[in-house]
Nanobody
Framework: QVRLVESGGGLVQAGGSLRLSCATS????????MGWFRQVPGKEREFVAATNWSGDVTDYADAVKGRFAMSRDNAKETMYLEMNSLRPEDTAEYYC??????????????????WGQGTQVTVSS
């Protein structure tokens, strides 16, 4: 498995931006697919974005497409989620995830076997 540590959450006004970071360790960075999910209390965790092992193919949930962007720094072994034009409905706990047994992503949380502790994002109106 992969160890993941998220950071970068916080409180922001609607229309603002935040960048989440996910520091990885335990397996060579780039040897597995990665993704971001989010969860609101009382609701199921939902897919936000995911990328394959090389980072050259990325998929986004319709709700965030055009506003969020994944990127990676191979030297720092860190993945990022840049979130722009934030809306109150983006408020959630955000989780970084790794699919350590595969190079390719899915949008199903059950396919990811390693998870970070989560970071809270709150968008005020």
């Amino acid at each position: 498995q992969v160890r993941l540590v998220e950071s970068g959450g916080g409180l922001v006004q609607a229309g603002g931006s935040l960048r989440l970071s996910c520091a990885t360790s335990g397996r060579p960075f780039g040897a597995y697919a990665m993704g971001w999910f989010r969860q609101v209390p009382g609701k199921e965790r939902e897919f936000v974005a995911a990328t394959n092992w090389s980072g050259d193919v990325t998929d986004y949930a319709d709700a965030v497409k055009g506003r969020f962007a994944m990127s990676r720094d191979n030297a720092k072994e860190t993945m990022y989620l840049e979130m722009n034009s934030l809306r109150p409905e983006d408020t959630a706990e955000y989780y970084c995830a790794a699919r350590s047994t595969s190079l390719y992503y899915t949008d199903n949380e059950r396919d990811f076997d390693s998870w970070g502790q989560g970071t809270q994002v709150t968008v005020s109106s």
